[in-house]
């Protein structure tokens, strides 16, 4: 067992208070958005070495003996990496709209990029790496989320109300709204979805100008029952990011929140945005991110139109499974990873760790004990762990004469 210093990222979007809070640390003065806990080469975790006290990157420690720290099965499915990332996110704006590439889409990308000798890091690179990222969030936080498109009746009914604030003196409705109103009745779902989106993707400065005469409308609405939440959601968007496209594009998602233990997933070809909240991320390890608004980063709109999914879809809930000792264990349709959250009273027997290949372990509150047949650690609140293949099974006692519950989530593949 490896106790392991993780990487937080500094984006514009995350908060400054809400990760540090969580895990009992001192604000850092900078946003902080995500807690990065994992071996992908862009920023691994560190783990300590307790044979000879040195540090090591996680990637570099595990390239050391694979089948040992990651499990024969885990390197022959996925290679000789780590194939999940875990990260605490604290979202306190609106993420990018974006989706994330299947894994035939990852590796032709990232090959192509690399063939034409993009650089890594230049701004307009699509593809990091050659993996794709599904991806689920567990909210810790009441959260907010933009997730999936909606089935096209019920967005149809959305746009009809907001054309419905051009009918009490402000002027005539944009034809955008009966243009997006016609792209959905025109063809099956899919295709009317594709066409609105692409509208909106493409319009440039027209589609910009309607947006601020739509939400000028929006704002003199007294209410938008029954669609306050979505409604709301094009006004606080257009606060952020004025005329982006995004702002519309948000009427053709669901409008999801979660409450705190709720989980959703998202598969590749998923439009989605998280837009607020604290919450429990586990994706495939990578960060290959497709945008398509909500953002002054580059947008790739011919290539993000090739890996959108245009299907319509309920919100994507994951339910979790109760496994022995009564925790919750949630395994979304991917083979990388599962989730487990792990809740201790003081008396509390010893809860087995749901290990398939490597873990990584994080405490959010209270200390745990981790025991194995190989070794022993531990945490207390903040503290995390990589846990080798080689060391399972693994149990997670509360620590003897704990007066304070505990509270970990663990990561491994869902093998």
């Not at 783990?47 to 089948?67: F, M």
């Not at 019920?154 to 955008?176: C, Q």
């Not at 290539?303 to 959108?308: D, F, I, N, P």
């Amino acid at each position: 067992m490896y106790e392991i210093e993780n990487v937080l990222r500094d984006y514009a979007w995350g908060s400054t208070t809400a990760i540090a809070a969580l895990l009992g640390r001192q604000e850092s003065g900078r946003p902080e958005a995500e807690l990065w806990i994992g071996a992908h080469p862009d920023s691994p975790s560190v783990a300590r070495v307790p044979e000879d006290g040195s540090a090591a990157p996680l990637d570099s420690l595990i390239s050391r003996d694979p089948e040992h720290f990651l499990g024969a099965d885990s390197v022959a499915r996925f290679g000789p990496r780590l194939p999940f990332l875990a990260k605490v996110l604290a979202a306190a704006q609106p993420l990018s709209l974006q989706v994330h590439p299947s894994l035939e889409q990852a590796k032709a990308g990232f090959a192509r990029e690399n063939a034409e000798g993009v650089a890594p890091d230049a701004p307009h690179r699509n593809y990091r790496d050659d993996n794709h990222k599904p991806e689920m969030i567990l909210a810790l936080t009441p959260f907010e989320a933009l997730c999936g498109f909606r089935p096209v009746p019920e967005t149809r009914k959305i746009l009809a109300r907001v054309a419905a604030a051009f009918d009490s003196g402000n002027g005539e409705a944009p034809a955008l709204i009966g243009a997006l109103l016609e792209d959905l009745s025109a063809g099956n779902e899919r295709d009317g979805l594709r066409s609105a989106f692409e509208r909106l993707i493409t319009g440039g400065q027209a589609v910009a100008d309607d947006t601020a005469i739509i939400v000028a409308a929006l704002l003199s609405e007294a209410s938008f029952a029954p669609y306050e939440a979505e409604i709301n959601t094009v006004i606080s968007l257009n606060e952020k990011y004025p005329g982006d496209p995004g702002v519309l594009i948000s009427l053709l998602l669901n409008r999801v929140s979660l409450a705190p233990g709720e989980a959703v997933y998202l598969p590749a070809g998923n439009v989605h945005a998280y837009l607020h909240g604290l919450g429990v991320e586990v994706m495939a390890s990578s960060d290959n991110v497709l945008r398509g608004g909500l953002t002054p980063k580059f947008v790739d709109v011919p290539e993000l139109l090739r890996t959108v999914d245009f299907e319509p879809v309920a919100v994507p809930r994951l339910e979790a499974e109760r496994t022995v000792m009564d925790q919750e264990l949630f395994r979304p349709p991917f083979e990388e990873f599962q989730l487990q959250r792990i809740e201790l009273t003081p008396d509390a027997g010893p809860v087995p760790l749901a290990q398939s290949g490597a873990a990584v372990i994080v405490v959010m509150a209270g200390d745990i004990y981790l025991d194995s047949p190989k070794g022993d650690l531990q945490l207390s609140r903040g503290g995390s762990a990589f846990l080798a293949a080689a060391e399972a099974p693994v149990n997670v006692h509360p620590v003897a004469g704990s007066t304070e519950p505990a509270l970990a989530f663990a990561v491994t593949t869902g093998l």
